[in-house]
């Protein structure tokens, strides 16, 4: 990353993809949004395949949000996000530009902004937890080849295909990505 030019070089809305060398369990096969990113700084992002199984009204009772807000997100699906603070829930809004051909997101959301988000027509997510780098711990891990990144595609958006998606993008990259994405977990059980 140059120091001369940090928008430049920042992987802001961008994802990463697991390499298959990155084992740890959290990020393993894992696909991340980055939500904000600076060599400076550090990075911010979401998991965005890893459903818990749960929706918002799973966690939140009727006496945390009030009925409006209730009946607009019960069903939103919740994610793991990553391994910082994941005593809290937080919400994302996604949404495709059709015209930019880009993804459009607005995270760390209170449940009345998912709503309003909501209402113009964005997807919503609830996360437990965020991933987080500090400054130049992200470089560094994509200098070792820890991560693959990408530009975000509509797909990502879709909730359908969330426990294919790492793989799903990897064979779309390359040829090379393609049998990367399509080798067993665990080459010694064949």
């Known amino acids: 990353m140059s120091s001369e030019d ?35 700084n550090g990075a911010l992002g979401y998991i965005l395949n890893r459903p818990i199984g749960r929706n918002v009204g799973d966690l939140l ?18 994610f793991m996000g990553g391994p910082v603070s994941t005593e809290h829930l937080t919400f ?8 930019d051909e880009q993804l459009q997101f607005s995270t760390h959301l209170y449940a009345a902004e998912a709503v309003m988000y ?27 080849n820890s991560w693959i990144s990408h ?8 909730l359908s295909n969330v426990q294919e998606l790492w793989k799903s993008i990897l064979r779309e990259m390359s040829p090379y990505y393609k049998f990367i994405a399509d080798e067993p977990e665990n080459p010694g059980l064949n």
């Open 151 to 158: 530009k975000p595609e509509r797909e990502i958006i879709d």
């Open 61 to 78: 009772s009727e006496d945390i949000l009030p009925p409006e807000q209730r009946n607009r997100l019960v069903d939103v699906p919740v």
């Open 6 to 40: 940090p928008v430049k070089d920042s992987l802001k809305g961008s994802l990463i993809l697991a390499d298959p060398s990155l084992k740890e369990p959290t990020f393993f096969q894992s696909v991340l949004l980055l939500t904000e990113h600076s060599g400076e």
């Open 118 to 144: 909501e209402m113009e027509g964005f997807h919503i997510r609830a996360f437990v937890g965020y991933s987080g780098w500090s400054g130049g711990q992200l470089e560094g891990e994509m200098e070792r």
């Open 92 to 99: 994302a809004a996604l949404g495709w530009s059709e015209e």
